[in-house]
């Protein structure tokens, strides 16, 4: 007795079925993977320097920051818009902080809400010459950022502005849980809950939405306007809490400070796109990415190299993240 071509076609869609889902499996934690095999590799090397409890806790840590800047371009980025201001707010918030606690000598209570608020202005700013206007994102959010920066040196007289009461310091860096900096959960925190807005609530599918077709989501009933204000507004807020943060850290504000995290956030936040749910800017992915980086930083400056070896590893982070998202987004809008 012979089988048909019929009674072959379950096995064959079966077996097509299992190879797909090891090969997202696979796509989607090969970052992880890297992150694991890059730490053993550096732990080898350096088994003295980077195979410690003190680095291993100071990376964790000092990037803190990063990963709040990372989490707050997303937001914005899934909705199909580029916030170039975050860095910009991240060091207006800080200097704001500065200014208010430790010139003025108001209590952080006053200080730090004022810093949020104004996140939450320039959120309004940006938002308002974009879809008032339909200037493209990028655009409005480069000029609102170098602006930004104008203020802080007007603010701070091109200055570092340090005595910022030690309370917040003591809340971000100088307690620790198992050795790690408070600032290392509150960022792990706010993770979890982008990811649980992003992946179980209307919010997060509305965001999607309107980041793959804004027409069509138009169409579809969703307030496509009001869908990406709040995303700029978000963005705007969390680069803020960043800057407080950042002000935590190091005790003080820097008025050029901020300009440094935003190539690296871009790279992790592109780069975070190619794990855990290739083909969408999710936090998780951030989270990993943010890790990878700076493991590959730190390691590589243990052994040695120049610190230019941070802008080629960020750089050409980037660059490949952004070619690895596009090729992931073109094929998964072919299997669907």
Known sequence: MTLSTSDHAPETENAARRQIQWGRIAESYALVASLVVLFLIFAALEPQSFFSWANVSTMLGSQSILVFLTLALIIPLTAGDFDLSVAAVLTLAAMTVAVLN???GLSLGLAIPAA??????????????????????LIVTLGTGTFINGIVLWMSNSATIGGIDFALVNWVVAVRLFGIPLAFYYALIMCLVIWYVFGFTTLGRRLLFVGRGREVARLSGIAVDRVRFGALMCSSVMAALAGVIYAGTIGAADPNSGNSFLLPAFAAAFLGATAITPGRFNPIGSLVAVYFLVTGITGLTMMGMQSFVQNLFYGGALVLAVALSQLVRKRSAQDF
């Open 102 to 104: 430790a010139r003025m």
């Open 116 to 137: 949020l608020l104004v996140g939450a202005v320039v959120g309004v700013i940006n938002a308002f010459f974009i879809l008032t206007f339909r200037i493209p994102s």
